[in-house]
T-cell receptor, first 114, second 116 residues
Framework: AQKVTQAQTEISVVEKEDVTLDCVYETRDTTYYLFWYKQPPSGELVFLIRRNSFDEQNEISGRYSWNFQKSTSSFNFTITASQVVDSAVYFCALSEATGNQFYFGTGTSLTVIP | NAGVMQNPRHLVRRRGQEARLRCSPMKGHSHVYWYRQLPEEGLKFMVYLQKENIIDESGMPKERFSAEFPKEGPSILRIQQVVRGDSAAYFC??????????????FGNGTRLTVT
């Protein structure tokens, strides 16, 4: 079974629209960490945010915000007032305190149309 | 403070040749991960190494693939007798802490391997 599911394969929005990228995870550990990474067209992977399982506070960083809800095992990512530079593939990832691996979702490709 | 360095950025090999991918972790990081990204797919874990030690190689194909992280020098991912299906982007990531508990992975720019 997939540990991290990103059901949205591709999303297109017009510039300045808000967009939410969904991430659902599965784990039996009580201590775990969730991450979002951005992969722009140039190909590198950029770390965006980390949350631990004990901190359900939502976080905002500029136009980016993250909504962590343990009750639904979700860690969604919202971009407000999207810009063309936000066009990228976004990956959600999970690491468990008991293991060595990072589990990545299959990614959501976001295209922001000018 | 240099990030994770991977080279080469692009590598072309003919079927049957060997491919060697190099990764130098961030300064102060002693743990290295290798991931493979096939076209239009997500990142698949391959192997996790510490200096001179393979910690977890559960994602490595059983044949033709090997990885090392010597005491001195970069980590090497080696693919022998490459086949077309090995064409992919290979990413290296490093982390400072044992077990990576909570530490994010810092990725290199990847090596794009093309097998002709």
């Amino acid at each position: 079974a997939q540990k991290v599911t990103q059901a949205q394969t591709e999303i297109s929005v017009v510039e300045k629209e808000d967009v939410t990228l969904d991430c659902v995870y599965e784990t039996r550990d009580t201590t775990y960490y969730l991450f979002w990474y951005k992969q722009p067209p140039s190909g590198e992977l950029v770390f965006l945010i980390r949350r631990n399982s004990f901190d359900e506070q939502n976080e905002i960083s500029g136009r980016y915000s993250w909504n962590f809800q343990k009750s639904t095992s979700s860690f969604n990512f919202t971009i407000t007032a999207s810009q063309v530079v936000d066009s990228a593939v976004y990956f959600c990832a999970l690491s468990e305190a008991t293991g060595n691996q990072f589990y990545f979702g299959t990614g959501t490709s976001l295209t922001v149309i000018p | 403070n240099a990030g994770v360095m991977q080279n080469p950025r692009h590598l072309v090999r003919r079927r049957g040749q060997e491919a060697r991918l190099r990764c130098s972790p961030m300064k102060g990081h002693s743990h290295v991960y290798w991931y493979r990204q096939l076209p239009e797919e997500g990142l698949k874990f391959m192997v996790y190494l510490q200096k001179e030690n393979i910690i977890d190689e559960s994602g490595m194909p059983k044949e033709r693939f090997s990885a090392e992280f010597p005491k001195e020098g970069p980590s090497i991912l080696r693919i022998q007798q490459v086949v077309r299906g090995d064409s992919a982007a290979y990413f290296c990531a490093s982390s400072p802490q044992a077990g990576v508990v909570g530490s994010p992975l810092h990725f290199g720019n990847g090596t794009r391997l093309t097998v002709t």
